[in-house]
């Protein structure tokens, strides 16, 4: 029986070629099932994560601001009034998105702090 004309030739050559192809096939796997992520993916990722998880630690603190100010019941209304794409812009101009030692308001933390509070009852 004849061998193909890839598996002819040195053994030298074939073992390069089969080096070649395991290696290949190893990132196909890798990349596609294996759950490999290149530098930027993983940057990104962790990025993702840690202002999600930022988020979720600052919006209670938002929420309870919010709740505690002078006039929480006025305010409660004045949110409720306002659309739901503009409630997030309300609470940073009241101030309860910034957060001590800083200077400005976290617009991700004020959205997730009206989402919160349109939520309560």
Sequence with gaps: MAKPAFLQGDSIKRLLQG???GAIATMIIGFNWGGW???GTATDTTQRSTKAAVVAALSP???DKFQHSTEATV???EL???SSYQQGTFIE???WATMPGSDTANSSVAEACATVLSNLK
Excluded: P
């Design 19 to 21: 080096a070649a192809f």
């Design 37 to 39: 992520v290149t530098g």
């Design 61 to 63: 603190i938002c929420v």
């Design 75 to 77: 305010n409660m209304t």
């Design 80 to 82: 409720k009034k306002v």
């Design 93 to 95: 101009k009241g101030g």
